[in-house]
């Protein structure tokens, strides 16, 4: 079956007991990097500021690997394909301040490969700080290419393969908007799906809502995950990055691959799926208003940490969808917390805390 939208034979309403999701899961290669399970933490103190829902923290910062983060389950994956591929490096590309690229060289060091990455220069630049001091650290070979564009980046991955290619190395890309890596890497959010269910289960709990900072990976394996289970929960992905291809297409197209490689009839379309641009502000990377007051508010009020780029515009959807009563009181709500903290301290001009002008 090529990698494209559903066919007529795959459902969006095809359920599987989670046994059999689980099986199928475990036919897949994958190479063990993650601290699992991460905890699903109650916030008695941030659903009272909001007087909203009960919110529930799933900690997916807390998964280990240099500083964890969301990217890691779906390293677990990639790098066993590539590993498998009888690769030497890995080749793979986003902003300078990229979380998929830090945990990518921590994969890397870990299971004795190298790393090459083509880094977009961005909002934050060659800084050595936060992500990018991370990937020096880690040794990883670094690229910086100019502009803000990450929609070069299969041109310039290509380009670097094959010059590593040329210097004798067996170079395995991490594609970007790569249906196969986006498909490979998706598998390890079903899989944290079958672990919120487990969690939940033991809490007696079901949850009304998922929020999450979702590009297409993670929330395409959250929504197929959900929805294979038949769990009912509203998924809403938070987009940081505007794109030439919408959201939901590609995230149609994400869980095309993801069942190929399950063996399961169950595909979505992109009317299937949440997923708003509402948060982004002036663009991908600069810190809004709101992502500023949903840092503090679930610092102050839990000790949560969340990051610049992706998680406080997340936070910031869960928060103005509660006081617009979207979410409502007495409902659950998930928010998944997709890690980037490291990011945070290459943002301390754009945090604007000083100390005597803290607030
Ligand atoms: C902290 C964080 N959250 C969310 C995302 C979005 O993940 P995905 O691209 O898998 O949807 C990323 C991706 O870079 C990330 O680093």
Same mark, same amino acid.
């Given at each position: 079956?090529?990698?494209?939208?559903?066919?007529?034979?795959?459902?969006?309403?095809?359920?599987?007991?989670?046994?059999? +999701?689980?099986?199928?899961l475990? $036919?897949q290669?994958r190479?063990?990097?993650?601290?699992?399970?991460?905890?699903?933490?109650?916030?008695?103190?941030?659903?009272?500021?909001?007087?909203?829902?009960?919110?529930?923290?799933?900690?997916?910062?807390?998964?280990?690997?240099?500083?964890?983060?969301?990217?890691?389950r779906q390293?677990e994956f990639l790098?066993?394909?590539?590993?498998?591929? !009888?690769?030497?490096?890995?080749?793979?590309?986003?902003?300078?301040?990229?979380?998929?690229?830090?945990?990518?060289?921590?994969?890397?060091?870990?299971?004795?490969?190298?790393?090459? +990455?083509?880094?977009?220069?961005?909002?934050?630049?060659?800084?050595?700080?936060?992500?990018? /001091?991370?990937?020096?650290?880690?040794?990883?070979?670094?690229?910086?290419?100019?502009?803000?564009?990450?929609?070069?980046?299969?041109?310039?991955?290509?380009?670097?393969?094959?010059?590593?290619?040329?210097?004798?190395?067996?170079?395995?890309?991490?594609?970007?908007?790569?249906?196969?890596?986006?498909a490979i890497g998706a598998l390890g959010y079903v899989n944290?799906? /079958?672990?919120?269910? &487990?969690? @939940?289960?033991?809490?007696?709990? &079901?949850?009304?809502?998922?929020?999450?900072?979702?590009?297409?990976?993670?929330?395409?394996g959250?929504?197929y995950?959900?929805?294979?289970?038949?769990?009912?929960?509203?998924?809403?992905?938070?987009?940081?990055?505007?794109?030439?291809?919408?959201?939901?297409?590609?995230?149609?197209?994400?869980?095309?691959?993801i069942?190929?490689r399950l !063996?399961?009839?169950?595909? /979505?379309?992109?009317?299937?799926?949440?997923?708003?641009?509402?948060?982004?502000?002036?663009?991908?990377?600069?810190?809004?208003?709101?992502? $500023?007051?949903?840092?503090?508010?679930?610092?102050?009020?839990?000790? @949560?940490?969340?990051?610049?780029?992706?998680?406080?515009?997340?936070?910031?959807?869960?928060?103005?969808?509660?006081?617009?009563?979207?979410? $409502?009181?007495?409902?659950?709500?998930?928010?998944?917390?997709?890690?980037?903290?490291?990011?945070?301290?290459?943002?301390?001009?754009?945090?604007? +805390?000083?100390?005597?002008?803290?607030?």
């Open positions: 079956m090529p990698d494209t939208a559903p066919t007529a034979a795959v459902r969006s309403n095809a359920t599987v007991a989670p046994a059999a +999701l689980a099986e199928a475990a $036919r290669p190479v063990p990097l993650a601290h699992l399970p991460t905890p699903l933490e109650p916030c008695p103190r941030l659903s009272a500021a909001l007087g909203g829902p009960d919110i529930l923290v799933k900690r997916d910062d807390c998964t280990g690997l240099a500083f964890g983060g969301n990217k890691v390293h790098f066993a394909a590539a590993l498998a591929a !009888g690769a030497d490096t890995v080749v793979l590309g986003a902003g300078t301040q990229s979380n998929w690229c830090r945990q990518a060289s921590a994969a890397a060091a870990k299971l004795g490969l190298k790393v090459a +990455l083509v880094l977009v220069h961005g909002v934050k630049g060659p800084m050595i700080q936060g992500n990018l /001091l991370l990937d020096r650290v880690l040794d990883a070979d670094v690229t910086v290419i100019p502009g803000t564009d990450l929609e070069v980046l299969p041109a310039h991955l290509a380009a670097r393969a094959e010059a590593l290619r040329a210097e004798g190395r067996k170079p395995y890309v991490f594609g970007w908007a790569d249906v196969t890596t986006q944290a799906v /079958l672990e919120l269910y &487990a969690q @939940l289960q033991a809490m007696g709990r &079901a949850a009304d809502h998922i929020y999450l900072a979702g590009f297409d990976v993670t929330p395409t959250v929504l995950g959900v929805r294979a289970l038949g769990l009912g929960a509203r998924v809403v992905a938070i987009n940081p990055l505007r794109t030439s291809v919408a959201r939901p297409v590609e995230m149609a197209r994400i869980a095309g691959g069942g190929e !063996g399961l009839p169950l595909g /979505l379309t992109p009317a299937d799926v949440t997923s708003t641009d509402d948060f982004i502000g002036p663009g991908y990377g600069i810190l809004t208003p709101a992502a $500023r007051e949903a840092i503090l508010m679930a610092g102050r009020t839990e000790g @949560l940490i969340l990051d610049p780029v992706y998680t406080s515009k997340a936070m910031a959807g869960l928060i103005d969808h509660v006081r617009k009563g979207i979410v $409502r009181k007495g409902e659950t709500v998930v928010f998944i917390h997709t890690g980037g903290t490291p990011a945070l301290f290459a943002y301390a001009d754009d945090l604007a +805390l000083g100390l005597r002008d803290d607030g």
